[in-house]
């Protein structure tokens, strides 16, 4: 596997010199091994172990914080009145727009054939998945008494209260429920294949067993391949529209209200184009280690890095057009109110977290007009760490900007976090990359049959003669 080490150059731009999205001398079962020896190796490198044990602090951080909030009751963050949304409203809004890469990669990229998205889309889809879960802790937990969260669901309760379903409140949890349902079927469906792979390759009866289960009894049989791609696409479809609809509700949470900042009707496209902003980025910022971490640099290629880059220029200039935007209603609506909303947002007491969001989102990604930048791996991985944060303050900036300056100055206020809220914040990001970690370690983080089927032919022949041979 020595010759798996070097990688071939997949940026030119002519047709007759590109290279195939996987190292042009390998066949299909130098991709199996490329893999499968991630998580069958008896122990992951020791970069795994660093980054494993901070994460799992970080998260048994999360958990002693969320017993405190319990016995001790939300006055522990830094919310007050006005500002009733704090820190964990920020923290739903930012973890629910990074799941949205997955399901554009792996949804919408599949339905327009795009073939580059095959080396990336197994670990995005998994990055949506402990996204979703991160951004829905956070809704459970703001509300204070969590013993009473069930009032959110569609239940009679013993004091026949039913939920108010014109709040957007409610249509986040059907919308991420929702949205969390079909991203793990589609995760889960597309694996299937690639759990087999692992189950026929398992040395002990322990994972045989637990691939096994997993696998539902997947031979290869051509009844089972058209089956599963029968599947897989009703289940693109029906993720598709979610990309659009699920960060469309979420901005209802503001869009809705009649505060100034927030009722607009430019949120919602707003809040699409910066999820798949935000999301593509966190899958550049776990990309770029995980290729070199685990020799994967032949099957997540420059190529794959570059059109990633793209999206991050396209959208990022797509959110820099909405913050201007919204500077022209404000000004051209003449509403003296929201002129001062966002005249105080970038000259206000929260100014710092303004420009912030703007140097990270608009200034950051134009980087990427020039080639030599989306070539570089340092710094695509720098750029990817700024978009993360700048999207972070975006949430900040909509969601606390406009609380704490509403329409009477006497109820003006500034919102401060304590220690618990920003420990809670580093806690979900040990929640996020815990469930990250573990998933590259057991299950495969790059999708197998996907790579092989768009693998050149006479390699996919290559591969089967000696497979036949070996049989």
């Not at 009733?84 to 990074?98: D, R």
């Not at 998205?117 to 879960?133: D, H, K, L, S, Y």
């Not at 703001?142 to 009679?156: A, K, S």
């Not at 089956?227 to 503001?254: K, M, N, Q």
Request: aromatic letters at 16%; charged letters at 10%; hydrophobic letters at 55%.
């Amino acid at each position: 596997m020595a010759s798996l080490a070097g990688e071939i150059d997949n940026t030119s731009d002519d047709p007759r010199v590109r290279a195939p999205l996987v190292v042009g001398d390998h066949d299909l079962a130098s991709v199996t091994e490329s893999v499968a020896r991630v998580a069958e190796a008896p122990r992951p490198p020791r970069a795994w172990y660093i980054a494993f044990a901070i994460s799992v602090s970080a998260l048994a951080i999360l958990g002693v914080m969320i017993l405190y909030l319990i016995f001790t009751g939300v006055g522990v963050w830094g919310v007050n009145n006005p500002v009733g949304w704090g820190f964990a409203i920020v923290n739903f809004v930012f973890w629910v727009g990074i799941g949205h890469a997955g399901t554009l990669i792996s949804a919408i990229l599949f339905l327009f054939r795009q073939k580059w998205r095959t080396g990336i889309n197994r670990f995005a889809e998994a990055m949506t998945i402990f996204a979703v879960i991160c951004a829905g802790m956070f809704p459970g937990i703001h509300v204070g008494r969590i013993w009473f969260t069930y009032w959110m669901f569609p239940v009679p309760n013993q004091m026949e209260l039913w939920p108010q379903f014109r709040s957007p409140l409610m249509w986040d949890l059907f919308a991420v429920g929702t949205y969390f349902t079909v991203s793990l079927m589609f995760w889960y469906v597309g694996m299937i294949p690639d759990l087999a792979t692992f189950r026929d390759r398992a040395v002990t009866r322990v994972r045989r067993m637990l691939y096994g289960f997993f696998a539902l009894g997947w031979t290869g049989a051509a009844r089972h391949w058209h089956r599963y791609e029968r599947a897989y696409l009703i289940l693109a479809a029906l993720a598709t529209p979610l990309v659009l609809s699920v960060h469309s509700v979420v901005s209802f949470d503001f869009a809705a209200a009649q505060l100034p900042g927030w009722h607009t009707t430019i949120l919602p496209p707003y809040f699409v184009a910066g999820a798949i902003f935000s999301g593509f980025g966190m899958v550049m910022t776990l990309a770029v280690p995980a290729r070199q971490l685990f020799g994967l640099k032949h099957l997540i290629t420059m190529r794959h890095l570059e059109n990633m880059s793209k999206i991050i220029l396209v959208t990022g200039s797509m959110v820099g057009y909405a913050y201007l935007t919204e500077f022209f209603i404000s000004w051209y609506s003449g509403n003296i109110f929201e002129r001062f909303a966002f005249i105080g947002r970038a000259m206000g007491p929260y100014w710092w977290a303004y420009w912030i969001m703007v140097t990270c989102n608009v200034v950051t990604p134009q980087l990427f007009w020039f080639k030599r930048c989306r070539t570089s791996i340092l710094v695509l991985f720098i750029a990817s760490i700024f978009v993360n944060i700048g999207m972070w303050f975006e949430r900040f900036v909509i969601v606390i900007s406009s609380l704490s300056a509403d329409f009477l100055p006497a109820q003006w206020g500034y919102y401060t976090p304590t220690l618990i809220d920003i420990l809670t914040l580093i806690g979900s990001f040990g929640l996020f990359f815990t469930g990250f970690l573990l998933f590259c370690r057991y299950l495969p983080m790059v999708a197998i049959a996907e790579i092989k089927a768009v693998m050149p032919r006479k390699h996919r022949q290559g591969a089967a003669a000696a497979g036949e041979a070996g049989a």
